[in-house]
């Protein structure tokens, strides 16, 4: 059956080839337009309305000072130079805004990005980010189009299978590449070799292994600069997982060397590992959340994880825009879900599920007006919210709304975490930030 479903007429088109691997590639004027779908989102001279999210720029090279601490504090004990950082900045810089996170970081001295897609690569170096950038899915499109972009953009792809390396090879031997491109003196393209240790999603398993590296050896256009992996539980309280995980990748680089490579950046430690697990520093790490401001385990135990005084960068911010008294028994948003059981205030907040609000947190969730806790009530619709400030009597229409992050008022202070919004609705915090869609705008503070 599966040695005749290539040649079948209905067949989907999924070995229409990548790249025409050896044939000569058509010069520019021929090539098929190729447009990149960007992230978009709202900018705010565009915004009428009050919600909105405030990006701390300065927290972000404050949490980026902070694991560099880390990372060098480790590196003196065990008399090393510090693993360098490759900030993870895919999802658009997980909500905050790819763009000028990245350049913000760059600014700072952080040695490379890393991304998921093409697109968000190719973002940024339209946005002026010069350094390395790391294309971690390992999809470039089904077409040389795609191959050819991430060349011109000076992007580092991630590969892992022989498909993948033919046709980044078959480029780089047909395209004239830009100055600045990835290569070594001899000019090859740089690469990174994805290695599968236990994660079961991507990457050359140890079957793979060696068709992947007799790829790379008969492609000499590319050079394997780095090899990855990325581990499974580095936030469970019992590491052996991780550690397993990093002797399988030390096999496997055993391997990789013996076929004649020579890999300059072994890397695989997200935040948590990067936080718990000195072993897995490797020669990079790849923190996403932590540079957030976001632990990505707090209560897990291990290495320098009490260390590091994360600072959040994301606030959500909104304003009261309507107040109605209701008498006991009155119902409140739709499906009437909620009942008044005295005499209550009720405060509209112009946001909703569409912009991040989970409707998880419908009669379940808090926001900060004033510096204190107020409830929400009833459901959370598309874009309205209501929360009960009977006990809040001074509130007016126009009063700050902090839905997440740190508030100081009159009536005190207090925050609402992205880890304890994602404990609320049975999540993690890395889709909490995620979520806050297009539809809020970003204002940026101290760039
Ligand atoms: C998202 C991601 C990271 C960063 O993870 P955090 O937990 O946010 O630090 C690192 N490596 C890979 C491959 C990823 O997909």
Redo the contacts with the bound molecule.
Sequence with gaps: MASSTASQPGTPATDEPVAQVGAAWPGGEERRAFSVLRPRRARPAEAARVTRAEINLALVRHNLRELEACLRADADVHGRAPARIWA?L??DG?GHGAPNVATTLQHAGVDGV?V?LLEEGIELRDAGVSCPVLV?GGYYGRFRDGVEALLEHRLTPVVYESSQIESIAAAARHMKLPAGTPRTPGGRVTVHL?VDTGMGR?GATEAQLDEACAALSSNPELIMDGL?S??AC??AEDLETTHEQLRRMSDMLERVRRAGFAPTMR????????LRSPAAHLDMV???????GVH?CPTASGGAARAANLKPVMRVLSEVVALRDVPKGSAIGYGHDWRASRPSRIATIPMGYADGLSRALSNKGEVLIGGQRVPIVGTVSMDLTMVDVTDLPSVSVKDEVVVLGEQRGRLGQDAITAEEIAAKIGTIS?ECLTSVSRRVPRFYRQP
Excluded at 268 to 273: D, H, K, Q, V
Excluded at 286 to 292: C, K
């Design positions: 993870v895919k999802a997980y890393c998921a971690m994805k991507l990855m990325h581990l580095a936030d890397h695989a430690a997200n935040s948590a590992a990067m790849r923190p996403g959340i932590a540079l957030f990505p890395w």
